[in-house]
């Protein structure tokens, strides 16, 4: 019987399905430069990637600012929609 973690919480800010701390990592050299250079320059922490939901996100002193979606070498941006 596999091991679960019964600690492992939603790391990720799109609150998918696998969105747990397992599955986030920093982004590699290669998928930086998919990244536009002006979200890489204000990002005061590193960035980070959920490896389930391609999520592109950072944590600001314990607040996570989601910048958007990196899939297939392409980057798509977090668009909020205000109500």
């Known amino acids: ?7 492992s919480t939603k790391a990720c800010p799109a609150n998918c399905i696998g969105g747990d701390a397992d599955n986030q990592r920093s982004l590699y050299s290669g998928q930086k430069e998919c990244i536009p250079t002006e979200i890489l320059e ?8 959920c490896k389930f939901c391609h999520a592109v996100w950072e944590d600001r002193e314990g607040a996570k600012k989601l910048h958007g979606f990196l899939e297939d070498g392409m980057f ?4 909020m929609i205000l109500g």
Do not use: E
Request: proline share 5%; hydrophobic share 30%; charged share 25%.
């Open 42 to 49: 204000m990002a005061k922490s590193g960035l980070q990637y």
């Open 76 to 79: 798509y941006r977090h668009k």
């Open 1 to 7: 019987m596999a091991k679960r973690n019964p600690v």
